[in-house]
C-alpha cells in the first residue's frame, strides 16, 4: 500500500537528466577579456563578470557591452571568450619533499594576469599526512581547499571547486610540501593572431544545449561574421542580433544586410547607428554597438510582454544611451530612415524629448520575397515555441504509443497548453484560441507506418500576431450644422 496521503524522500545515486532551459531572454555573447576561462559561463551581473573574465580592459568592449545590457535590465549573459591561437595558460610546480614536482598547477585561462593576480601555496592539513591548497590574489585568500591526502584529490578539488585553477599530477608520485603562495607564471593571450576562426570557434562553443536567446558579437561589422552568427542561430535555436558598420551611408548599410541574405536571413536583426553612453572618466563618451542594448531590453521587456512583443518604441527606449555616433537620419515619406526600415536595418533614433529608443523591429529578410517573416517579434516566438516543444518532446521520449491514444492525446495537451500561454501574452492571433492555433496529432500526422516506426509526431499551426508599424489616424471635421457621426 502507498503511504498516502503524505511526502516521501529519495535518495538517488545518479541524477535525473539536466532538462535543456527554454529562457528566451538569455544574451550569448563572444569577446576579448582579461582573464577568464575558454568555456562558456554565464553570469548575472558585472561583478560576476569581474570575477570570471577580469576588468574593463583597453582592447576590447567585452566589459563594456556587458555593463550596457545589465543597465538596460538584462538578466543573465553566456560569455565565451576569445583568444589567439598560440594563447597560453601561467603555471606554477609545487614540489615534493625531494624538490622533484608533485603537482602543476594551470591558470584556468590564457593571458598575462596569471603572473600578477594569481598566487598558489601549500599549506598543512588539520591531520597528518595531508595538505591543502591555497590560491591567493598576493594578498587575499581567495579559494582554499579542504584536507587533501593524494595527489589526485588535488586535481579533483581544483576541477570541481575552483575558479582560478586546473591542477595536474607532476612527474613525482608524492605530496607536495608546505610552501608560501607564490605567482604563477605570466601566460599569453595572443590577442594579436585573432583571426575568423577563432571567433568561430568561441561561438561554437554555445551548443544547442544552453538554451535558446539572442547571439551577439559585439562591434563584428564584416559580412563573415554576420553570416556566422546567422548560421549559428539557425542552428541552435536562437537569434542572432547584428550590428552594422558604424557609417551614416545608408547605401552601405543596405548593402552589408543584402549580403547577410544566404540561407539563414530569418533568424536575425540588424541595427544602427552606435550609440553613445557616459564614460568611465567624467565628462566623457564610450560609443558602443547596438547589439548589448537591444539584448538587454529584449531581457527586460520579455519577462512581462512576452517574446513576440518588439522592444522598440516606448518599450524601446533606452536607460543608458545619451547620443549617437551618427547624425539622424532624414524622416518623412521617402526619408532614409524609411529607406532603411524598408530594407531591413532597425534605426535606433533620438527623439524629440532626447530619449534614444529603437525605432524598428524587422528581420532581414527581403520584405518582397519573405514577407511572412518580416517581423522580428515573429522569430524569437517562433524561437520559443520550438525550445517549449522541445522540451515537451523530451518528456515523451520512451513513453507507449498504446493503442487507445493515451499518450497522443497526453501530447496533445501538453502542446495545446504551452502554446495557450503565447495565445494569452497575445502572441498568437486569433478572436479565440481555436482561431489563434491549432495542434494535429491525428491519423493523418501518427500513422500506422509512423508508430510502427516508434515515432510520435505532432503539427504545430500557429497565427502569430503582426505589431502597429505605421499608425493612421483619419480626423473628420463636421460643419457645426451637421450632427457628429
Known amino acids: 500500500m502507498s503511504p498516502a496521503p503524505g511526502t516521501q524522500i529519495k535518495l538517488r545515486d545518479t541524477p535525473v537528466p539536466a532538462s535543456i532551459p527554454t529562457d528566451t531572454t538569455t544574451w550569448f555573447v563572444t569577446g576579448i577579456s582579461e582573464k577568464g576561462p575558454l568555456t562558456p559561463i554565464r553570469v548575472r551581473s558585472v561583478s560576476e563578470f569581474e570575477h570570471y573574465f577580469g576588468l574593463r580592459v583597453s582592447y576590447g568592449i567585452l566589459w563594456d557591452c556587458v555593463d550596457t545590457f545589465f543597465r538596460e535590465g538584462g538578466t543573465s549573459v553566456y560569455v565565451s571568450r576569445v583568444v589567439g591561437p598560440g594563447a597560453t595558460s601561467g603555471f606554477k610546480n609545487l614540489l615534493d619533499g625531494v624538490a622533484a614536482t608533485s603537482l602543476i598547477v594551470t591558470a584556468i585561462g590564457p593571458g598575462a594576469y596569471s603572473s600578477t593576480q594569481v598566487f598558489v601555496g601549500v599549506v598543512a592539513g588539520t591531520v597528518g599526512g595531508t595538505y591543502q591548497i591555497v590560491i591567493t590574489d598576493g594578498t587575499n585568500i581567495l579559494e582554499q ?31 607536495p610540501v608546505v610552501a608560501a603562495p607564490a605567482a604563477l607564471s605570466a601566460g599569453n593571450d ?115 510582454k512576452g517574446p513576440n512583443s518588439p522592444s522598440a518604441g516606448n518599450n524601446g527606449i533606452s536607460h543608458t544611451a545619451i547620443g549617437l555616433s551618427q547624425p539622424p537620419f532624414t524622416e518623412g515619406a521617402g526619408g532614409t530612415r524609411e529607406d532603411l526600415n524598408n530594407n531591413g536595418i532597425n534605426v535606433i533614433m533620438k527623439r524629440p524629448s532626447g530619449l534614444i529608443e529603437t525605432f524598428g523591429w524587422r528581420s532581414i529578410v527581403n520584405a518582397v520575397t519573405d514577407p511572412n517573416w518580416i517581423n522580428f517579434g515573429n522569430v524569437r516566438l517562433y524561437m520559443a515555441i520550438a525550445s517549449d516543444a522541445d522540451q515537451i518532446a523530451e518528456t515523451f521520449v520512451f513513453r507507449v504509443i498504446d493503442g487507445k491514444g493515451q499518450t497522443i492525446s497526453e501530447f496533445n495537451g501538453a502542446l495545446v497548453g504551452m502554446l495557450m500561454l503565447y495565445y494569452q501574452q497575445g502572441g498568437l492571433y486569433g478572436l479565440s484560441a481555436d482561431l489563434a492555433f491549432n495542434v494535429d496529432t491525428g491519423a ?42
Open 190 to 304: 595572443d590577442r594579436a593572431n585573432i583571426t575568423e576562426t577563432q571567433w568561430t570557434n568561441a561561438l561554437n562553443l554555445f551548443t544547442t544545449g544552453y538554451g535558446p536567446g539572442q547571439v551577439s558579437a559585439p562591434g563584428r561589422t564584416t559580412d563573415i561574421a554576420h553570416t556566422t552568427l546567422l548560421a549559428h542561430a539557425q542552428a541552435n535555436r536562437r537569434v542572432a542580433i547584428l550590428d552594422l558598420v558604424d557609417t551614416a551611408t545608408a547605401a552601405t548599410l543596405k548593402t552589408a544586410v543584402v549580403n547577410c541574405r544566404v540561407g539563414n536571413q530569418r533568424y536575425g536583426a540588424a541595427f544602427t547607428p552606435w550609440v553613445q553612453v557616459s564614460g568611465i572618466v567624467p565628462g566623457t563618451l564610450r560609443t558602443l554597438p547596438p547589439s548589448p542594448f537591444v539584448a538587454g531590453m529584449i531581457s527586460k521587456n520579455e519577462l512581462e
Open 145 to 175: 581547499s579542504g584536507d587533501l591526502t593524494t595527489q589526485i584529490d588535488a586535481v579533483q578539488w581544483a576541477l570541481l571547486s575552483s575558479d582560478y585553477v586546473r591542477i595536474a599530477v607532476g612527474g613525482s608520485a608524492l605530496i
Open 444 to 485: 493523418q500526422v501518427n500513422t500506422p507506418l509512423t508508430i510502427s516506426n516508434n515515432e510520435l509526431h505532432a503539427v504545430l499551426n500557429v497565427k502569430m500576431s503582426p505589431f502597429a508599424e505605421f499608425v493612421v489616424i483619419e480626423i473628420v471635421k463636421t460643419p457645426i450644422t451637421l450632427e457628429v457621426i
